[in-house]
């Protein structure tokens, strides 16, 4: 089955991490360009960061820059988010996101709270 599986959110206190993961099955990432998304409860999605296949260029949204890192271990076909130094405007719905010019994948989303 093509799809990709999300783990990692939770709760954490302000100034805490997690580390989100996104494991692709039934398909390779290593082509793919990869993406996280972010949706605030109430609020649109939003872009938080994403890396290129083809140079590893990566970006990040102004409000993470800093704080959050992508990463990707083809080997184990998975791409990461470490979140560093948390804040309570972080708390939301995080989606990974796997496209190349012809197809496009969606994890099912993975609740981060941060509150004391």
């Known amino acids: 089955q093509v799809q990709l599986v999300q783990s990692g959110g939770g709760l954490v206190q302000p100034g805490g991490s997690l580390r989100l993961s996104c494991a692709a099955s039934?398909?390779?990432?290593?082509?793919?360009?990869i993406g996280w998304f972010r949706q605030p409860p109430g609020k649109e999605r939003e872009g938080v960061s994403c890396?290129?296949?083809?140079?590893?260029?990566?970006t990040y949204a102004n409000s993470v820059k800093g704080r959050f890192t992508i990463s990707r271990d083809n080997a184990k076909n998975t791409v990461y988010l470490q979140m560093n130094n948390l804040k309570p405007e972080d708390t939301a719905v995080y989606y990974c996101?796997?496209?190349?010019?012809?197809?496009?994948?969606w994890g099912k989303g993975t609740l981060v709270t941060v509150s004391s």
């Open positions: 890396t290129s296949h083809s140079d590893s260029t990566t």
């Open positions: 039934g398909f390779t990432l290593d082509r793919y360009d």
């Open positions: 996101n796997a496209e190349t010019s012809t197809k496009y994948y």
